[in-house]
């Protein structure tokens, strides 16, 4: 199966940062990648597809990079409604998998 | 507006059974995979099943297959998952989750999920 890896596990930042999660793969996957966010007793939201496409309703802010075994997301500037932990998945195979998290908190 | 309500979760003993399901509407149900994704209490997302818009073609995550059992009715929008063999590490918060039409892929809906605690 094919391992996803996030780093870092945590990212401490602040309301206006620039902020960037990297997700990597333990093969290619030829940018069937997604990223969600996840809040605290709430199911994920999905932000990006396809590595880099931006769900319809996702704010511009949010944005996704990468190929192959290599991906990020980027949110441009920290707002107060970001603090929440990050998930990569790949989709390649049926198998899907998702990375461990990145817990966005308050610096 | 796409909605999915999971039901079904409960206390289960080592060993036991439970059959979980997923409501849906607001969507053609029969035009899209549909999955279940897990999560332990305060851990990370877990896939463990998918299946196609028409039932045929299922996928697990190795550590249920055997175990557990997706299944699908497209003329009551209904998804399922039969779960046996319970073991400890299956304590989650289950979710309903719509893939993409026709093929398999990212998530676009989420249910509320439903709790499954096995314990003695």
């Known amino acids: 199966d094919i391992q996803m890896t996030q780093s870092p596990s945590t990212l401490s930042a602040s309301v206006g940062d620039r902020v960037t999660i990297t997700c990597r793969a333990s093969q290619s996957i030829n940018n069937w990648l997604a990223w969600y966010q996840q809040k605290p007793g709430k199911a994920p939201n999905l932000l990006i597809y396809k590595a880099s496409n931006l769900e319809s309703g996702v704010p511009s802010r949010f944005s996704g990079s990468g190929s192959g075994t290599e991906f990020t997301l980027t949110i441009s500037s920290l707002q107060p409604d970001d603090f929440a932990t990050y998930y990569c998945?790949?989709?390649?195979?049926?198998?899907?998998?998702f990375g461990q998290g990145t817990k966005v908190e308050v610096k | 507006e796409v909605q999915l309500a999971e039901s079904g979760g409960g206390l289960v003993h080592p060993g036991g059974s439970l059959r979980l399901s997923c409501a849906a509407s607001?969507?053609?149900?029969?035009?899209?995979?549909m999955s279940w994704v897990r999560q332990t209490p305060g851990k990370g997302l877990e896939w463990v099943a998918s299946?196609?818009?028409?039932?045929?073609?299922?996928y697990y995550v190795e550590s249920v297959k055997g175990r557990f059992t997706i299944s699908r009715d497209n003329t009551k929008n209904s998804l399922s998952l039969q779960v046996r063999s319970l073991r400890a590490e299956d304590t989650a918060m289950y979710y309903c989750a719509r893939g993409p039409p026709k093929n398999y892929g990212p998530f676009d809906s989420w249910g509320l999920g439903t709790l499954v605690i096995v314990s003695s």
């Open positions: 998945q790949h989709y390649d195979t049926p198998s899907q998998t």
């Open positions: 299946i196609g818009e028409e039932g045929g073609e299922k």
């Open positions: 607001g969507f053609t149900f029969s035009f899209y995979w």
